[in-house]
């Protein structure tokens, strides 16, 4: 059994690091482990539990900034800014219905560490980009510090969007602080239903294409439309594209867009309520949710060209028994695959390779993850690059080693 | 100005007509530059108190040439210094008397143009506005919109991480491009992204933009380009105080508004731009404010009218809002024209660039102008409101003994002010060499060294822009040291499960 650490604030953090070089130990840092289920399965000596750093340190709305210790949860403070009509506007999704963990568990330094987003990504961006500053301890078992508390600077290299996506394998992070934003007043959803995934691709690409200012849009094909949007679905496909503003602007938009898609097939929309649950859905990725009916499948993430989604889950579909999920006008698909040795590994990759972008393997068990690996292995020079990146930061591979790749 | 570059190496510089040669082998014709007289354009950016004649001028057309010139230096140790279109205002692109001067210009195509995606890719040396034109007449633009972006290129704003006033609500650089084609400085190329949404692994494109040409030479850019809002309206409001001008910028963020932009003046500047361009600006007031709200005209008519009433409630003393696409404008035509005015006024001016957060304007203004009349310099401040980016305008005569150096140390005391109230050196300008020695008012030794590990991984020699940045270079070898501090084990105090 692993030892279990967990340092009480940042300088604990600091000592924790410098033993477990000395020792040469390697250290998993978790939050509430609300994703530890996900990335390549790896063997650690002992555990860094950051949730003992939480509490918002700063929050100022009119400045649009928050800081907090990475271990806060994500939960409370999205609470707190909500109280004064602010959110995090790359709505960050929650693994726990795919992961099968209790919802509500994450932490900002675990969300910040995974670069999450949501289907807001495509108009607000990721978590990296609301990610403004950062204290951490390297894998050098040194604090540093990088970037700052206002939204707008370009001193020095922006070592924030590096510590976004690196899962913990570059340093310890131990405060944060983060870009907050207002929170539309309203919402509304059209929806068009019945078409196929060409068709939808199409249909998402005019909307994007269009001023509507469009802030979601998906299309869950007929056979998993039922999970996220039963009443609405009826046996049909449902693409939604989502309209955020003051309620004179989304009400013009709704019309302008509705006339728009009139061509494409069967409108139909959701009110402020009814549309914020679909969101939500499609956000944590329901129809795949562990429990539910595609609970025992394998699932990818693929992040391609909105016009090369549709082609994926081709090429996919062609070669394997597959359910699909796509967000971000196309270009976000979840690929839910029949359970197999390899998850589909090769199929997976092949499509994504033939359409550009890059495919994760979110569920699969450890023993699957651990052969075909969880991230895309990446072309020479740039595998090679990463690896110097690492050894910059963690050059005795304490943190997190392997969780990415193998000798990362 | 002065700025202590790195040591020339005599070595290079011995065998300058070799290396010419050589470049000449590898880039044909007018693509290698060796005279003295046609270099002189190129010995300083938009920073123009620093000069260096650079060793050779390169012009490479190709990525291969561009590779073939970084692997034939890396090989040698001979230091290249990339430059687009050379409007860096904080010495970005200043050459280096024995360093190769790489200009990107001739990498001047738009490549593909996809509306179905909404993206463009475009090679370094087309500039920021020509993306924006090439995708016009589908309604399309480029959001990231420098001041510059008449001349600047999108190289140089992927170096800079450049923004412009409508960044607080579309991002600056670094959150509109998508993926990248560039070489590093042992002349591999290697491609970052592409046309869709974030990284597989670390986010390398992320670190590359910003980086201001230290970490590899970029001979592609793919771009996100969005359609544009369907209409635009301002609202110019004047205030008697810039505590009420700043309360009225708090208020409408605080009550939910993200305008498309939102600059402030301070009087100086506002008399300045006025008696130039004749805009209509109140000159009885403190501060003025331009707030523009963009979108589809029913939510901008609403949003002016909420942008009205707050404004009122902050003690405004003039508002006007724009009713025609003239009048906005002519609202915009005084800020725009805030530089060439303080060029009017003083025969020189030096911009600065730092970002506070906003409530600390006040005390910020104040203590300027206590600096304006200890260094008797005149100051004029233009302020990207919404994101707190501020650019005061220092107003000095270089022909004057003195009132350059005056000019910068007042420049410096300004930034370490920005950085003392809780902001940062540079909002948008970036570091080069302008700031670079400011750089440890901000960043400890610890925080420099690492982020010197990281050029390290993509320069292990050191021989890419040297000499910008950081202040103190070190070897590679000697920051991949590490020092086991064994001794000082406090984990066993740690909680243990």
Not at chain 1, 325 to 350: E, H, I, K, Q, T
Request: hydrophobic fraction near 45%; glycine fraction near 12%; charge should be negative.
């Amino acid at each position: 059994m692993a030892d279990i650490v967990t340092p009480r604030d940042a300088n604990e953090v600091e000592a924790a690091v410098q033993w477990a070089i000395a020792q040469k130990k390697s250290l998993e840092i978790v939050g509430h482990g609300s994703k530890r289920a996900l990335g390549r399965p790896a063997q650690f000596d002992a555990t860094l539990d950051l949730s003992g750093l939480s509490g918002v340190t700063l929050y100022e709305p009119e400045e649009l900034v928050l800081s907090a210790r990475a271990g806060t949860p994500l939960a409370e403070i999205e609470a707190l800014i909500a109280a004064k009509g602010q959110e995090l506007a790359f709505e960050p999704m929650d693994f726990a219905p795919l992961l099968g963990g209790k919802p509500g568990q994450a932490t900002i330094g675990g969300v910040l560490a995974a670069n999450l987003s949501g289907p807001r990504r495509i108009k607000a961006g990721a978590a990296r980009d609301h990610f403004l500053g950062f204290t951490a301890v390297s894998g050098r078992g040194e604090v540093f510090k990088s970037g700052g508390r206002v939204v707008k600077n370009v001193t020095g290299y922006d070592l924030c969007k590096l510590m976004a996506g690196s899962w913990g394998t570059l340093a310890a992070m131990t405060d944060v602080t983060i870009k907050v934003l207002p929170r539309a007043e309203t919402e509304a959803t059209v929806m068009l239903l019945g078409v196929d995934p060409g068709q939808a691709a199409a249909a998402m690409a005019a909307a994007m294409g269009s001023s509507g200012d469009v802030s979601g849009a998906a299309h869950l094909p007929a056979a998993i439309a039922g999970r996220a949007a039963r009443d609405v679905a009826a046996g049909r496909s449902v693409t939604a594209l989502r309209l955020e503003g003051v309620a004179p602007s989304v009400a013009h938009r709704k019309k302008a867009l509705e006339e728009l898609l009139a061509p494409y097939g069967a409108l139909a929309a959701l009110d402020p309520a009814p549309s914020r649950a679909l969101w939500a859905a499609i956000r944590d990725v329901i129809p795949f949710a562990a429990g539910g009916p595609a609970g025992e499948r394998h699932v990818w993430r693929l992040s391609t060209a909105p016009t090369q989604g549709a082609a994926a889950a081709r090429l996919i579909g062609e070669q394997t028994e597959a359910e699909f999920l796509f967000d971000w006008g196309g270009g976000l698909v979840w690929a839910a695959l029949a359970p197999s040795d390899d998850a589909g590994a090769a199929v997976v990759r092949g499509a994504i390779e033939a359409c550009g972008g890059h495919a994760t393997l979110i569920r699969a068990p450890a023993a699957v993850r651990a052969s075909v690996g969880a991230f895309m292995p990446q072309p020479g020079g740039i595998a090679a690059l990463a690896k110097r990146v690492k050894d910059g930061f963690d050059p005795a591979g304490v943190l997190g080693p392997g969780r990415m790749w193998a000798g990362v | 100005m002065s700025v202590t570059m790195p040591v020339p190496d005599a070595d290079v510089l011995a065998r300058r007509d070799e290396i010419v040669a050589a470049l000449r082998a590898i880039v044909p014709g007018e693509g290698v530059i060796a005279s003295e007289r046609e270099m002189r354009p190129y010995e300083s950016d938009g920073l123009t108190a620093y000069r260096q004649l650079p060793m050779v001028v390169v012009l490479p057309s190709t990525t291969q040439q561009v590779s073939q010139v970084l692997a034939y230096c890396h090989a040698r140790g001979i230091k290249v210094v990339p430059r687009g279109a050379g409007t860096s205002l904080s010495g970005g692109a200043l050459p280096l008397g024995d360093g190769v001067l790489l200009g990107m210009a001739k990498f001047n195509r738009i490549r593909e143009i996809d509306f179905d995606n909404r993206i463009a890719v475009v090679e370094p040396g087309v500039t920021n506005l020509a993306v924006s034109t090439a995708v016009a007449d589908q309604g399309f633009y480029y959001a990231p919109d420098p001041s510059s972006q008449i001349a600047c290129t999108i190289g140089g704003n992927v170096a800079e991480n450049s923004g412009g006033v409508h960044c607080l609500k579309y991002g600056m650089t670094t959150n509109n491009v998508l993926g990248l084609e560039m070489v590093l400085m042992t002349g591999e190329i290697v491609r970052l992204g592409g046309k869709h949404l974030d990284a597989g692994g670390y986010d390398l494109l992320g670190i590359v933009i910003g980086s201001e040409g230290l970490l590899g030479v970029v001979t592609e850019v793919t771009v996100r380009i969005l359609k544009k809002p369907e209409t635009a309206r301002a609202v110019l409001v004047g205030f008697p105080t810039s505590e009420d001008a700043g309360q009225c910028v708090a208020r409408i963020i605080g009550s939910g508004i993200i305008p498309g932009g939102m600059e402030m003046m301070d009087k100086p500047a506002i008399h300045a731009v006025e008696e130039f361009v004749h805009a209509g600006y109140p000159l009885d007031v403190e501060a003025l404010l331009i707030v523009e709200l963009d979108g589809p005209q029913a939510e901008v008519d609403y949003l002016i009218g909420r942008v009205e009433a707050i404004a009122k409630e902050c003690h405004a003393s003039t508002l006007r809002a724009s009713n025609s696409e003239e009048e906005r404008l002519l609202f915009w035509a005084g800020r725009k024209a805030a530089f060439p005015a303080a060029g009017r006024i003083s025969p020189d001016y030096y911009c600065m660039d730092g970002t506070i957060p906003r409530a600390q304007l006040p005390r910020v203004l104040a203590r300027m102008r206590e600096l304006s009349e200890h260094y008797g310099l005149g100051v004029a401040n233009v302020f990207h409101a919404g994101d707190g980016n501020l650019h005061p305008l220092i107003l000095y005569d270089s022909n004057k003994p003195g009132e350059l150096d005056r000019a910068e140390a007042f420049g410096s005391d300004i930034l370490r002010l920005c950085v003392e109230v809780g902001g940062v050196l540079t909002g948008e300008h970036g570091v080069g060499v302008e700031k670079r020695d400011l750089m440890p008012a901000m960043f400890s030794e610890t925080d420099l060294n690492q982020q010197q590990r990281l050029k390290c991984a993509f320069d292990d020699k050191g021989l890419l822009n040297p000499g910008k940045v950081f202040p103190t270079l070190h070897r590679c070898a000697e920051l991949g040291r590490m020092h086991v501090k064994a001794g000082k084990v406090a984990f066993p105090d740690l909680p243990r499960f």
